[in-house]
């Protein structure tokens, strides 16, 4: 018998068979509004720190200005995250 489980491989970070699939690039462009969930790896705790916080700040910033996109709102909680992503122009080709 393999000593390897079948929960293993669920649990494999970069085993993507259980991703929700990505929409087509239409449902983010413009004026979509995604809201976004993102769970930490097994629902590992204490990486929510005020060195995380500061950091994770800073990189939405950058994001949100490289890809046109504004995040008025997000909540990380100490598994997880919930984030809103909108389209900051009507551009359709962004």
């Excluded at 993102?38 to 490289?66: I, K, N, Q, Y």
């Excluded at 008025?72 to 984030?83: A, F, N, Q, R, S």
């Amino acid at each position: 018998m393999n000593s390897t489980s079948s929960n293993d491989r669920m649990r494999d970070p970069l085993n993507r068979a259980f991703y929700l699939p990505r929409l087509a690039r239409e449902h983010y462009q413009a004026g979509a509004v995604v809201h976004w969930t993102l769970t930490t790896f097994d629902r590992a705790r204490g990486w929510l720190t005020p060195s995380f916080h500061c950091r994770f700040r800073e990189l939405m910033l950058h994001v949100a200005a490289r890809e046109n996109l504004v995040c008025p709102i997000y909540c990380l909680m100490p598994d997880h995250l919930h984030l809103i992503w909108m389209g900051y122009t009507w551009n359709l080709t962004s």
